[in-house]
């Protein structure tokens, strides 16, 4: 394969959400996989609705995903490549003038419905005269433009899918370009994969006709096709379609709630396909696993649990240095080995501060038993403690005590760290230091 050249296309109308990342992250990754590049292209041509703001998350999104674009286009800085792309498709005879109304067109469908026909767009406009195209407009129509698609079948060999066809002579010819002028999705998207030299489109399965679309548009402009893949979608755990109304399923909700990226990105390309969800150290290896060949068919359920759970498990295996930066941005100047004592009781990252309370205090113990408390601490070994110290201590104890199991362990876990239940006490011991474990023994805050 030579380098391949893939790309995102969000419309900054809206935040992203987790089924907007599951088309993203095949995209990033299979140009990781193979050594390529990704552009990052805004579809803001709907001016109205697209905002700065929207576009300004999209970037912070894509960074917290840990995707960094190649390059990065707007398509409202390229109309006029699209002015001169519909120029030529105009005199190509494949673009024409329509001066239906919403409502003219929608009276229309339910008469061809009510007839059981197809609600297919009847290509009347075609049948206007110059002087009947003239008249409309004297009466203040301003046309929109149609593609006319040839009435044949197209096919492709899909990424994913396999062979795949669809039969243009069942669509209505495409919209392109609205009344007041201004582009709909088709043609700018087919004008930027050309132009940039797109190789691969990886999308989601709903745009399957709009590639026989824009298959024939291709070849209308004389452009070289890029290969197509459409992977399944992503529905709620209840099997409803994901959209940008579902806040808490917005990239910007979900790193609100304390997930974690790499979970997000693994269990977005992972879920619906053959391979089995997992935790990631990177997105190198996110890399490794992903193939699009390994896509199923059916719809992806994304479960936020399922998140939620492979989150935690993430974050139990993240190693000091990938997390050293995040921790001192919580206030938890930590150690590695801190981190590897307490990384696996741990759902979410921002949990880490409780633990760093208990480790550096002050923390209020819990002395159910004075008496054995007192004991415990007159067999405290010296410093320096190690990670045999543990061990050794309540061996002693034990022997002075005659405690055993939980009546030994439970006392000392609620005296030195006020909890019933936490991280080994072995790594935790040599954090918390003599000084600390002797007061708190004593019921002391400290």
């Known amino acids: 394969m030579t380098s391949p050249l893939v790309r995102t296309a969000p419309s900054p109308t809206g935040f992203l959400h987790i089924g907007n990342v599951r088309s993203i992250m095949f995209n990033w990754l299979f140009a990781r996989r193979h050594g390529g590049r990704f552009l990052l292209r805004y579809d803001d041509t709907d001016l109205a609705r697209s905002k700065p703001e929207f576009a300004e998350a999209i970037a912070e999104d894509l960074a917290w995903l840990g995707v960094a674009p190649d390059f990065v286009i707007r398509q409202s800085d390229r109309l006029a490549i699209y002015d001169a792309a519909a120029a030529r498709l105009r ?56 593609f006319l698609l040839e009435p044949r079948i197209v096919a492709w060999n899909d990424l994913v899918r396999g062979e795949a066809h669809v039969d243009c002579a069942s669509l209505s010819d495409q919209v392109l370009i609205r009344e007041d002028g201004s582009y709909l999705y088709h043609l700018p998207s087919v004008v930027d994969d050309a132009e940039t030299g797109v190789t691969h489109v990886i999308r989601g399965e709903d745009h399957v006709t709009n590639t026989a679309v824009q298959i024939q548009i291709f070849e209308a402009l004389g452009a070289t096709l890029p290969l197509f893949g459409h992977h399944n979608l992503l529905t709620t755990a209840s099997g409803e379609g994901l959209s940008k109304r579902l806040g808490h399923l917005s990239l910007r909700g979900l790193r609100e709630s304390g997930v974690e990226a790499l979970a997000v990105a693994a269990l977005a390309v992972l879920v619906g396909s053959s391979d089995a969800v997992r935790p990631v150290a990177s997105l190198d290896e996110l890399a490794g696993l992903v193939d699009l060949a390994h896509v199923s068919r059916a719809p992806a359920k994304f479960d936020e649990h399922e998140l939620e759970a492979l989150s935690a498990r993430t974050i139990h295996q993240l190693p000091y240095d990938a997390v050293a930066e995040r921790l001192a941005v919580l206030g938890v100047p930590a150690s590695e080995p801190f981190w590897l004592a307490v990384r696996g009781n741990l759902g979410k990252l921002d949990d880490v501060k409780a633990w760093w309370q208990v480790v550096e205090g002050p923390l209020q113990p819990v002395v159910t038993d004075p008496a054995f408390a007192a004991m415990a601490a007159s067999v405290l070994p010296a410093e320096p403690f190690d990670a045999t110290s543990w061990k050794s201590w309540t061996q002693a104890v034990g022997a002075a005590t ?31 230091g003599r000084e600390k474990a002797l007061k708190r023994l004593a019921g002391e805050a400290a």
């Not at 409502?103 to 609600?119: F, T």
């Not at 000392?412 to 080994?424: C, D, I, K, V």
């Open 91 to 146: 005199e190509a005879g494949r673009l024409y003038p329509c001066y239906e109304t919403a409502d003219e067109l929608d009276r229309r469908r339910k008469r061809q419905l009510a007839r059981g026909l197809p609600p297919v767009y009847d290509r009347a406009a075609l049948k206007l005269t110059a002087e009947d195209r003239a008249q409309l407009e004297a009466e203040g129509r301003k046309p929109h433009w149609r």
């Open 402 to 432: 005659g405690a055993k199991g939980k009546a030994l362990f439970m006392p000392l876990r609620l005296a030195l760290t006020g909890l019933e239940h936490g991280p080994e006490l072995a790594t935790l011991l040599p954090l918390i």
